[in-house]
């Protein structure tokens, strides 16, 4: 590992849209949570792919049909090998990471569980890991658990032994959308093995920041989106283990999926094929593949060290700034979260913060984040969200630090 | 602040910090309905109590940012005393002042939109900078909604 600090001024550079001001002033963009920008290199590997290698996949023995394969299975290679996969066709790509946790419920929920069959969630859930689970409930009867919260924002580990005892299966967020804190994966995982529950992790905010290796959390499947992790939208990931998938009936029926159709029936095509029913979105796949060879050369350990001192920075900066004035939720300790900030400003509305902020060309989430439970929870309505990336620096901090007091001279009464 | 003038004007400000008709109405009798802004996560509830067709009391309550709650407040005391046919005629007036890009976005194909009805809107008149910021719209309807929903309870 390098001691050289982490270029950030080179990392901005690659990125487009920070040459386009913002009312006037310097995009300085904290929602990477949200989405993350996208760097040159991934917009060229779409335009290249239109201009040069396309046509559909996996359907003719010409050249370019074969071309674009090649170009989509070589991304999908790719992003096993980013996340410890050592075989391919573990990695299945869907719409999005809510449609990856969707198929594991609709799928693998649909024939392992029934009645009385129990799945553990926790307080802090992001909405696309409770709501399939909700409707997987409303069909066919099964128990819902919600692991509760600490006081700092991280998901509540102690009695697990009581919580998974009798689960089927624990899905949980690996690091929260709203609190940056990281889950403890190898005490949940233990734990709930030791249970014969599988695990599923919604690792959303997970894979785009840390380094992160499936062989060694020894997860069972996981979730994650492309356009987090400075790849396009419209593409997501489930990794599962290849038994799982083997067992697993497909989850969307078509072309693509089938081994033989016949007018009394189908049988499935091999992995990972069997869950990519249509069409795939061929150019956004490759475009994550680029996000992926992107992101590798920068070295996914750099990455996580430049976010822990830059979460550091945060913290200590709002604080001394704005003192009591500002709540941050979420763990103290930096190594314990990545940079997502959710916060209160003294008793100014979070949408009406973000608004202010935005005449600055500050750019926060202000919302529920898709976490209700755990607003309620929280006992607000709301919050700002700012989070970190690559292409943030000290003086990003500084801008938001400097604009809540707009937001103070507006809203003091 | 430069720029936010249209939008946080005094009178917003005032009705943000000092809003209307907070409360709770037993219901029943009062008509209730509660709206979310699913995309913020705003919330607000609205009680009326009907005597014949007049609104005879209103109650507010809910959370949220500046523009959902000075909406709720300023529509609270804009509504007591009137008809509901009256008030059909000033929620089509409020959402034609301010819902604007709504119509050019979503539902208006034709770029004419209809002539609203011709009201004295008062202190709602305030409301009408946030065409300026659509994200902002649906913060400011989303009690006018929520009285329609109540009505029709």
Redesign the interface.
């Known amino acids: 590992m390098s001691s050289e600090p982490f270029d950030v001024a080179a990392v901005r550079s690659d990125f487009p849209i920070f040459d386009e001001p913002i009312?006037d002033r310097r995009l300085v963009y904290l929602d990477s949570s949200g989405t993350s920008q996208k760097p040159r290199a991934v917009l060229d590997a779409m335009t290249d792919f239109y201009e040069s290698a396309n046509a559909n996949v996996h359907r003719g023995a010409y050249f370019l049909s074969d071309l674009a394969s090649r170009r989509m299975e070589g991304a999908r290679s790719k992003v096993a090998k980013f996340i410890g996969a050592t075989d391919s066709a573990e990695v299945v790509f869907t719409k999005n990471a809510t449609e990856a946790i969707n198929l594991i419920a609709g799928s693998w929920g649909r024939v392992n569980l029934n009645k009385g069959d129990a799945v553990v969630l926790s307080m802090l859930e992001h909405h696309a890991n409770i709501v399939p689970w909700h409707m997987l409930a409303q069909e066919r009867g099964i128990e819902i658990r919600f692991l509760p919260v600490t006081g700092d924002g991280q998901i509540d580990l102690t009695d697990l032994d009581r919580w998974f005892d009798g689960a089927n299966l624990v899905s949980l967020s690996a690091m929260s959308n709203v609190t940056g804190a990281l889950t403890d994966l190898e005490r949940v995982v233990t734990a709930a093995h030791a249970a014969g529950a599988l695990v599923a992790l919604d690792a959303c905010q997970l894979v785009p920041h840390l380094p992160t290796d499936v062989a060694a959390i020894g997860a069972d499947f996981m979730a994650f989106s492309a356009h987090k992790m400075c790849g396009p939208t419209g593409v997501g990931v489930l990794w599962a283990r290849r038994e799982l998938l083997e067992a697993m009936p497909p989850f969307m029926g078509g072309g693509g999926m089938i081994a033989n159709v016949t007018t009394e029936g189908f049988t499935t095509t091999e992995l990972p094929h069997k869950f990519e029913a249509g069409t795939p979105p061929i150019a956004e796949i490759i475009g994550l593949g680029a996000a992926v060879d992107y992101l590798s050369a920068l070295d996914m350990h750099e990455v996580r060290r430049h976010e822990v001192e830059l979460t550091a920075y945060f913290l200590r900066t709002i604080k001394e700034r704005h003192g009591d004035d500002v709540v941050v939720h979420g763990p103290a300790e930096p190594s314990q979260r990545g940079g997502v900030f959710s916060f209160a400003y003294k008793d100014v509305?979070?949408?009406?913060l973000s608004?202010?902020l935005d005449?600055r060309g500050v750019s926060v989430r202000?919302?529920?984040h898709c976490a209700?439970p755990f607003?309620t929870q929280l006992g607000v309505?709301?919050t700002a969200r700012a989070s970190l990336y690559i292409y943030n620096d000290e003086s990003d901090v500084d801008e938001l630090v400097d604009a809540l007091s707009?937001a103070s001279?507006?809203?003091s009464? | 602040?430069?720029?936010?003038e249209d939008?946080?004007k005094e009178i917003v400000?005032d009705h943000y910090?000092s809003p209307r008709n907070r409360g709770e109405l037993v219901s029943p009798p009062a008509k209730h309905a509660e709206g979310f802004n699913p995309?913020?996560?705003?919330?607000v509830q609205v009680w009326i109590d009907l005597e014949g067709d007049t609104i005879t009391n209103v109650a507010i309550g809910g959370?949220?940012?500046?523009?959902?709650q000075a909406s709720a407040s300023m529509m609270s005391a804009a509504i007591k005393g009137k008809t509901i046919a009256e008030i059909g005629e000033l929620t089509v007036a409020v959402k034609s002042m301010m819902s604007v890009h709504e119509h050019a976005l979503e539902d208006d194909d034709s770029g004419v939109l209809p002539e609203p009805p011709d009201v004295e809107l008062g202190d709602l008149e305030a409301l009408k900078g946030v065409v300026k910021?659509p994200v902002?719209i649906k913060?400011a309807t989303l009690s006018w909604n929520t009285l329609v929903e109540a009505l029709n309870n």
């Open positions: 009312n509305h979070p949408h009406d608004q202010v005449q202000a919302g529920h209700k607003m309505g709301a707009d001279e507006l809203f009464f | 602040m430069a720029g936010l939008l946080y400000i910090r995309l913020c996560g705003d919330e959370q949220g940012c500046s523009i959902s910021f902002r913060c």
